[in-house]
């Protein structure tokens, strides 16, 4: 078991492109998160998947955001056309469904310039 | 939604003193309540969970309390050296769905030598 592992580790884009990261979970995990955090703050909530279904998206997240977890494994977090707030570290966690601790991988960091 | 605050930004404390950190929270009360450390640059890493019907957990140097009449949790960290120094972060339930949990801005704690 090699932990939640997550690609890129870091990513440079001009503003307006638009960028994908991966995640795969702990393998027998059937919970994924998806958060974002920002110098200083805690990390926000963006998306949750249980096994391939997506059950709840933060209301802060604008149309340009979207994930997915197509088999229940690996998921996928794209921003289209991003924008310079959108520089932050991308974290994805996976749970089980009986423990509640979340395992995190190590994040993304992106820099929108 | 709720709403989550942690006592200080920066704890500075010297080595070999007990550290306490504060976890408020202002409106849902959650069934459980988490700790996690977060290194610079790395992802939070889970540290202790404690239920609605316990009062106190302890881990090695590591002791929370959970008092949901104040809707407050405290985190101790005795004995504390400075691989302790680190950023600590309190997430619990966002609401009785349960589904997601949400972080508070975390502490960052420095234990001097």
């Known amino acids: 078991d090699t932990g939640v592992s997550q690609d890129p580790r870091h990513k440079i884009t001009k503003r307006g492109q638009n960028v994908t990261f991966r995640c795969d979970p702990i393998?027998?995990?059937?919970?994924l998160y998806w958060y974002r955090q920002t110098l200083g703050q805690g990390p926000e909530f963006l998306t949750y998947?249980?096994?391939?279904?997506?059950?709840?998206k933060s209301r802060l997240l604008s149309d340009r955001f979207s994930a997915e977890r197509p088999k229940g494994s690996f998921s996928t977090l794209e921003i289209q056309r991003t924008e310079q707030g959108d520089s932050a570290m991308y974290l994805c966690?996976?749970?089980?469904?009986?423990?509640?601790?979340?395992?995190f991988g190590q994040g993304t960091r992106l820099t929108v310039v | 939604s709720q709403k989550i605050e942690q006592n200080s930004e920066a704890l500075n404390i010297q080595e070999g003193k007990t550290a306490t950190l504060t976890c408020n929270y202002t409106?849902?009360?959650?069934?459980?309540l988490q700790w996690y450390r977060q290194d610079p640059g790395r992802g939070p890493v889970f540290l202790l969970l404690?239920?609605?019907?316990?009062k106190e957990k302890r881990k090695e140097r590591l002791k929370v309390t959970f008092d949901t009449t104040l809707k407050q949790s405290l985190f101790h960290i005795t004995a504390s050296q400075p691989a302790d120094s680190a950023t600590y972060l309190c997430?619990?339930?966002?609401?009785?769905?349960?589904?997601?949990?949400?972080f508070g801005p975390g502490t960052r704690l420095s234990v001097l030598p």
């Open positions: 409106n849902y009360s959650p069934a459980y």
């Open positions: 997430a619990l339930e966002e609401d009785n769905y349960g589904q997601n949990f949400v």
């Open positions: 393998s027998e995990h059937n919970r």
């Open positions: 404690i239920r609605e019907n316990e």
């Open positions: 998947f249980q096994n391939e279904a997506q059950l709840e």
């Open positions: 966690a996976s749970s089980s469904q009986t423990n509640t601790e979340a395992f």
